[in-house]
């Protein structure tokens, strides 16, 4: 079996309990919610949550390395009469790349009052301890390599541009 396949598997297996579903893809696998499996669909909406995040876990087996690129899409809508007047809202956002989400999620109360949640922060860890479990090392998702190439673009042209302008200014005199 392929060490992208024993991932998947593994991660798959330590979030059965959890509302996350596991998709297999060219290159790795994607844990997000399962917004397909009923008995989760309740618990996201009795908290209220509008966002879905999404972990692409991505493995180069050759090189021994995977990546987790987070992607949280937010869709939120609003229609009816506000006052006399009738309104129709919708907005959406999405982030990509390394993001925080500290959100808590309340699944309910277990035999003795304690409180069962879990946080998909919580969840990206044990992604992130599993790859390692099986021996791969954590490296950047292609998003975050994206922005810091963008990043030393911009510092580039920057240092570029100054030197220019001094040039120009020293012959100008």
């Given amino acids: 079996m392929h060490t992208t396949e024993r991932f ?7 979030l059965a309990d959890k509302p996350f579903a596991v998709v297999r ?38 090189a021994g390395k995977f990546s987790i690129n987070d992607t949280l899409r937010r869709i939120s809508w609003s229609a009816g009469v506000f006052g006399m007047v009738p309104r129709l809202g919708f907005s959406m956002s999405y982030q990509s790349g390394r993001v925080k989400y500290g959100r808590v999620i309340q ?21 992130r301890a599993i790859g ?11 998003s975050v390599l994206i922005g810091l190439w963008t990043a030393g673009g911009v510092i580039g042209l920057c240092i570029l541009g100054a030197a220019i302008a001094l040039i120009i200014q020293a012959f100008l005199g």
């Avoid at 790795?28 to 009795?46: E, P, Y």
């Avoid at 309910?108 to 879990?118: I, L, N, Q, T």
């Fill in 132 to 142: 390692q479990e099986l021996g791969l090392k954590p490296g950047l998702s292609r």
């Fill in 25 to 62: 893809v060219p290159g790795g696998f994607d844990v997000g919610f399962a917004l397909a499996d009923a008995r989760w669909v309740s618990i996201l909406a009795v908290n209220d949550v509008r966002d879905s995040i999404t972990y692409n876990v991505r493995v180069n087996e050759r």
């Fill in 107 to 127: 699944l309910g109360v277990a035999p003795g009052g304690f409180e069962v949640a879990f946080s998909p922060e919580e969840e990206r860890a044990r992604i």
């Fill in 8 to 14: 998947a598997g593994l991660v798959e297996a330590e």
